[in-house]
């Protein structure tokens, strides 16, 4: 088969960089994302079964279910799923991400996005802030009540208030942010300051409690993260466009479960390349050490693949408080990799290295040949359910990943 991965790959980030998220709606699961069903739980990452699952992703598992009602108490949730009577799939498979464990079940509000220059959706939850929240694994019963305010009082009123608007261009509101000092996967404060300036009068307008209203806005105010969720969802909405490219050699997909990281290519459709999930290097918080982590987990790394994360951690110094390092090192870290991507991105810029386009479009065939595998900064969650998050750091993929995708690239294509 004669291929010209060049122009593929230029094609595929071209349509990454031209992709136009827009926060259309938030909705329920189970009315916008295709496919899910009722006892159908989506998670974060490749494909993964029960046995195989980390403590955080079982616990996420569990307060789904206690949450959707399914399931009276842990015993009971964990019958139901070890009887085979629950279903999971990846969010990947269904046009959505999560953060970390990344569950997503039937009834939760959810936010859609919509890609205007190709058409494309995709969705994310809500993202709960810190603390022992759902994604981290936690299913106590002060969790559950917080979702439950999120479901039923907080999401409708953000559904009406957006739907009052033309929607929010998250694409434009990245490309300020990363000029305010954000990277877009951990640290998102401007960018979350800049969401609830956003929102602010369309909940005025919409609500009709003022308790209701200053419950919202404390709530989406103080929490730095909440941002991110529809971010994801954009950079999902950017990396589908550029997926199904004859012949292009650049990820579309990473995701991590807690147990495997998982790749997708975009010449190589929907396939995945997984191996085992690492450590996350980084800064832990009092009391606890990396004897205490999962292995890497979440969806988030869908940022990276877009080309904003660790790839624009230059654009914000100040995250290696958090994930450890210097400044140098964030600037370092988004110069090399340049070397392993094949364009600069047309709308998210960097101030600190004047105004160069953030790295964009990972080809595996430069991974390989450089022997440098993607720089992602992460939460880092206990491996025990219900413990939340211990620290942030930085993680690598594992290079099989890479070499396996290479591998399957040439015999698909026959080189």
């Not at 404060?189 to 609830?196: E, P, R």
């Not at 975009?266 to 999930?277: N, Y």
Request: aromatic share 6%; with cysteine.
């Amino acid at each position: 088969m004669t291929i010209d991965i060049e122009k593929a790959n230029q094609t595929t980030v071209e349509r990454m960089m031209n992709a136009r998220p827009i926060l259309k709606s938030v909705a329920r699961a189970r009315d916008v994302i295709p496919g899910i069903q009722p006892n159908l739980l989506l998670h974060a990452g490749p494909p993964i079964e029960w046995p195989r699952m980390s403590g955080p992703l079982r616990g996420a598992v569990i307060g789904a279910l206690l949450l959707e009602g399914l399931a009276k108490d842990e015993k009971q949730a964990v019958g139901m799923v070890e009887a085979g009577e629950i279903n999971f799939e990846p969010c990947h498979h269904h046009q959505a991400v999560g953060p970390m464990a990344g569950v997503t079940s039937a009834s939760m509000m959810v936010y859609e996005l919509e890609n205007v220059t190709h058409g494309n959706k995709a969705y994310s939850n809500l993202n709960e802030g810190y603390g022992k929240v759902l994604r981290y694994g936690a299913y106590s019963e002060e969790v559950l009540a917080k979702l439950r305010w999120m479901n039923e009082e907080m999401g409708p009123l953000l559904a009406e208030a957006i739907a009052s608007s033309e929607g929010i261009d998250i694409r434009a509101l990245l490309s300020e942010s990363l000029h305010m000092g954000d990277e877009g996967h951990n640290r998102n404060k401007a960018g979350s300051i800049l969401y609830t300036a956003k929102l602010a009068p369309l909940l005025a307008k919409a609500s009709k409690s003022n308790d209701l209203l200053s419950e919202t806005l404390k709530f989406l105010g103080e929490n730095a993260l909440s941002v991110l969720n529809p971010v994801m969802a954009a950079c999902k909405a950017m990396a589908d466009a550029g997926h199904g490219v004859e012949g292009s050699t650049v990820v579309t997909t990473m995701a991590r479960n807690g147990t495997d990281f998982g790749l997708r290519v975009s010449g190589l459709g929907d396939q995945w390349f997984t191996a085992p999930a690492e450590v996350p290097d980084g800064l832990y918080f009092p009391g606890y050490t990396s004897a205490d982590a999962n292995p890497d987990i979440g969806d988030s790394t869908i940022t990276e693949t877009a080309g904003i994360g660790a790839f624009a951690m230059a654009a914000a110094p100040a995250i290696v408080t958090f994930v450890s390092g210097t400044p140098q090192d964030a600037i370092n870290a988004t110069l090399e990799m340049y070397e392993i991507t094949v364009a600069e991105h047309s709308h998210f810029t960097i101030p600190q290295l004047d105004f160069r386009g953030t790295p964009t479009g990972t080809d595996i065939r430069k991974v390989i040949e450089l022997g440098l595998t993607p720089r992602v900064n992460t939460g880092i969650a206990h491996r025990e359910a219900g413990v939340g998050q211990v620290g942030a750091g930085l993680v690598r993929p594992p290079m099989k990943i890479f070499e396996d995708a290479l591998v399957a690239f040439a015999e698909k294509y026959k080189l």
